[in-house]
Nanobody
Framework: QLQLVESGGGLVQPGGSLRLSCAASGDTLDYYAIGWFRQVPGKEREGVLCISRRDGITYYSDSVKGRFTISRDNAKNSVYLQMNSLNPEDTAVYYC???????????????WGQGTQVTVSS
């Protein structure tokens, strides 16, 4: 069973950057597409972007285009979310999510991590 653990969250000032990591264990990430989702308390979870098994990138949210990017290192069994030009609207708990073959959606996924908090504030 694949297990996902996110890290790298924290407090950052507006305009700053963070790099989130998603470390996998229990299986190889080669078999999975990995998405990043986020959730603000009281709101529904929102897809951010996804990287396919062949490194294709899909953006779920137009608000992060040009600011966020995703990458994977299968040798390290990890996926990364680089977030630049952060603004307070990016404040949320960020989750990495796996799905075999296809990019995950809110309703179609295999595993979720436990999440990491990102807070953008001055």
């Amino acid at each position: 069973q694949l297990q996902l653990v996110e890290s790298g969250g924290g407090l950052v000032q507006p305009g700053g950057s963070l790099r989130l990591s998603c470390a996998a264990s229990g299986d190889t990430l080669d078999y999975y597409a990995i998405g990043w989702f986020r959730q603000v308390p009281g709101k529904e979870r929102e897809g951010v972007l996804c990287i396919s098994r062949r490194d294709g990138i899909t953006y779920y949210s137009d608000s992060v285009k040009g600011r966020f990017t995703i990458s994977r290192d299968n040798a390290k069994n990890s996926v990364y979310l680089q977030m630049n030009s952060l603004n307070p609207e990016d404040t949320a708990v960020y989750y990495c999510v796996s799905r075999r073959r296809l990019c995950p959606t809110i309703n179609a996924y295999d595993y979720w991590g436990q999440g990491t908090q990102v807070t953008v504030s001055s």
